[in-house]
């Protein structure tokens, strides 16, 4: 069915169907095209579009473009969805390929975009989120605090949520400190980010794919926090050396400044882990999600020390000179 769509509204006739991930895919002289389905409007795309080809223009060569319609639009209608479609140059395998020299040298590109990003700029937002998302969970506690709890999360949630509020409140604070006491450098300008960096965003091992849809133009430490904290909670045990070669290559290229030190570090005391479970079990009410949900907070509160001692000892762990770049310790956790 794509493989038409693809021929009749962006005039590829495709040799070859494959599946990447959860997309289906089509090659044709060895260059790689992802149909998209997609909700967003006609001016997000163009955005994308304008990062993507200042990107490649810039020399990543490994960024995914997108391919107009006959009609020369970034979208077209096919049974009732709207769909893009990706044109991924030099299809290649990923390994060996995630290290923090190549995100570094990704950032670096994106600092250079001289066109204002607006549509999805996150720029200045994340305390603003924060207490939206904190409010949000405080009032739904605050709503069950005298009912009889119904299942096992109901009571975890009622017993953990206020020692998650008091984190959460220290990554806002730390944040609004940061704004408030230190200066930005050249380095700290906004870039090209991604919703969530973690291991898997650049594809698979079989194919190396950077897409417009995981970006967002923020500060760079933006991608630093979430990859390192995706790299904690894949291996509580052992994410130490991997963490500290990933942000030691990062800075061969551009050494993070105090400022982007404190914002990477706000971002990782903000208990994202926790938010997110207790969003999807009250969010999805399918039994699978809730069981799914309640394991889940259950590791989380085994580990709630090696969380601590994660947070605790961060700065040491990356080798940063903490005391020479004035980054104030969160003092509970240095217990």
Known sequence: MLRQMLKQHFGIQAEEELRIGLHEAFKKDNQLYIPMEVGLEEEDLAELSLIASHLQQTGDKTVSTFLQTTEGKHSSVWEQKSYCVLKCPNAQPRKG???????????????????????????????????????????????????????????MFLETFPYYMGLAENSIQYLADAELDDEPGPAD????????????????????????????????????????????????????????????????????????????????????????????????????????????????????????????????????????MKLPPVDWLKR
Not at 121 to 139: F, V
Not at 242 to 263: A, I
Request: glycine residues 6%; proline residues 4%; charged residues 25%.
């Open 97 to 155: 390929y995630q290290s923090g020299r190549k995100l570094a040298k990704f950032h670096y590109r994106g600092r250079l975009i001289s066109s204002p990003i607006t549509r999805t700029s996150r720029i200045g937002q994340w305390k603003q989120l924060w207490e939206k998302r904190l409010d949000q969970m405080e009032k739904v506690w605050n709503s069950m605090l005298f009912q009889q709890p119904e299942h096992e999360l109901d009571r």
């Open 189 to 324: 300008s906004g870039t090209v980010c991604h919703e969530r960096f973690v291991s898997s965003t650049w594809g698979s091992d079989d194919y190396l794919i950077k897409s417009p849809f995981d970006w967002v133009f923020d500060h760079a430490s933006r991608d630093l926090a979430e990859w390192s904290r995706e790299r904690y909670f894949r291996n509580i045990k052992t994410y130490q050396p991997g963490l500290s070669q990933y942000l030691k290559e990062y800075q061969t290229v551009e050494p993070l400044t105090s400022f982007s030190w404190r914002l990477l570090y706000a971002r990782l005391l903000f208990p994202l882990h926790y938010f997110e479970c207790i969003e999807n079990y009250y969010g999805n009410p399918t039994e699978h999600q809730r069981h799914l949900s309640e394991e889940q907070l259950g590791r989380f509160l085994q580990h709630t020390g090696d969380h601590e001692e994660f947070l605790g000892k961060f700065f040491e762990m990356a080798e940063v000179p903490a005391a020479k």
